[in-house]
């Protein structure tokens, strides 16, 4: 999954950032010197950089086996280069939560991706192009993505407690409610008796899940290993009509407000 320095240079080259270094940017190697200078830098870029132009490495340090492939993994469906995975190589003291280093023309790159993670520090080191890493600490987690609007939220809705019209019932209140209904039709493949409602999605449709999972009383979300964003909603063995929740109390909780990275000085051994 590695990267050479000249295949980062041409697919960088295209933030157009005017950062000097970009002509002569390669992979980040293992074991860039900390910056003994840190300055504490502010919550939110001072520039727009889009995440499908920035390129990072995932480094494990908190010894959870593949840790660095998921974070990576989810990284990427954001539109993050991933150049490679594994654990950390510089080593010492974990982050508490998640660490992003940078080189002296990556701190915008570094503060728009500590945007993405929950508590990140960020630390200067002494590369020469706008790679970034980002290290896995032990609470590590990301920023939860904005959920789409309805009309963006792709549904197949299913019918597994077989109550005759049902799905067409429910299929029409979701469109009424601005959701995209694709699917309808019954499913016994799978059988839910302690719910009223299952909410299935992959990993890319979470944020999609969430605004549809408030639209009902007793309901499980269920991931599965699907690839793209559509969602399923299954109509469970506890349905009843009082199953979906008023409109006017289905919101979709406020976008989550991104935390402010820190700059933290490097511990000095001897």
Request: hydrophobic share 40%; net charge positive; glycine share 8%.
């Amino acid at each position: 999954m590695g990267m050479t320095g000249s295949r980062v240079a041409g697919a960088t080259v295209v933030m157009a950032l005017a950062l000097p270094a970009l002509a002569a940017c390669d992979s980040s190697a293992p074991g860039h010197a900390i910056s003994e200078s840190c300055v504490a830098t502010p919550s939110t870029p001072s520039m727009k950089i889009a995440l499908t132009t920035i390129h990072a490495n995932v480094w494990n340090a908190a010894g959870k086996t593949g840790q660095a492939a998921s974070v990576a993994s989810q990284l990427s469906w954001r539109g993050v280069h991933i150049i490679d995975t594994g654990n950390d190589p510089v080593g010492g003291e974990p982050p508490k939560h998640a660490e992003i280093r940078y080189g002296a023309n990556g701190k915008q790159i570094a503060l728009t991706l500590a945007q993405q993670i929950k508590d990140a520090t960020l630390q200067q080191d002494d590369r020469t192009n706008p790679s970034v890493d980002v290290v896995i600490g032990s609470n590590f987690s990301l920023v939860p993505v904005p959920p789409p609007a309805p009309s963006k939220i792709t549904v197949n809705v299913y019918n597994a407690y077989v109550i005759p019209g049902a799905a067409g019932q429910l299929a029409s209140t979701l469109r009424k409610r601005g959701f995209t209904v694709a699917k309808v039709a019954n499913d016994t493949s799978d059988f839910y008796p302690d719910h009223a409602a299952i909410v299935r999605y992959g990993v890319r449709g979470e944020p999609a899940a969430r605004p549809l999972a408030l639209q009902f009383h007793d309901v499980r979300m269920v991931q599965d290993h699907r690839k793209g964003t559509t969602i399923d909603i299954v109509i469970g063995s506890k349905w009843s009509d009082g199953a979906v929740v008023p409109a006017a109390q289905a919101t979709v909780p406020p976008k989550p407000s991104p935390t402010t990275p820190t700059c933290t000085m490097p511990t000095k051994t001897s």
